[in-house]
């Protein structure tokens, strides 16, 4: 059974960092694309980062970019996801995802794995 299980969250003030964690289990996710998604009260999921297990390349939704990054080590199939610079707006519950089928994807039926999810909060 595969499984996307994420750790890291936590409460943390505006200019702090948090480092978000993603351990993923049942099957190797090394030639395919793993990304961040948020979800805040209220809003739709939205793309956070995403990165390509074969060549490392990236990429990252506009709110983010400069101020986030994600990387993998695929030979323990995890992924990583460094926040620094966090605002108030960052405030949301933070899923990691696996896609099979598609090298740098967007949206969320691009992907084919979700994890539970973990509580990112931003105080002012």
């Known amino acids: 059974q595969v499984q996307l299980v994420e750790s890291g969250g936590g409460l943390v003030q505006a200019g702090g960092s948090l480092r978000l964690s993603c351990a993923a289990s049942g099957r190797a996710f090394s030639n395919d694309a793993m990304g961040w998604f948020r979800q805040a009260p209220g809003k739709e999921r939205e793309f956070v980062a995403v990165?390509?297990?074969?060549?490392?390349?990236?990429r990252y939704a506009n709110s983010v970019k400069g101020r986030f990054t994600t990387a993998r080590d695929n030979a323990k199939n995890t992924m990583d996801l460094q926040m620094n610079t966090l605002k108030p707006e960052d405030t949301a519950v933070y899923y990691c995802?696996?896609?099979?089928?598609?090298?740098?994807?967007?949206?969320?039926?691009?992907?084919?794995?979700w994890g539970q999810g973990t509580q990112v909060t931003v105080s002012s």
């Open positions: 990165i390509n297990g074969l060549d490392g390349n990236t």
């Open positions: 995802a696996a896609s099979t089928r598609y090298y740098l994807p967007l949206a969320t039926g691009d992907y084919d794995y």
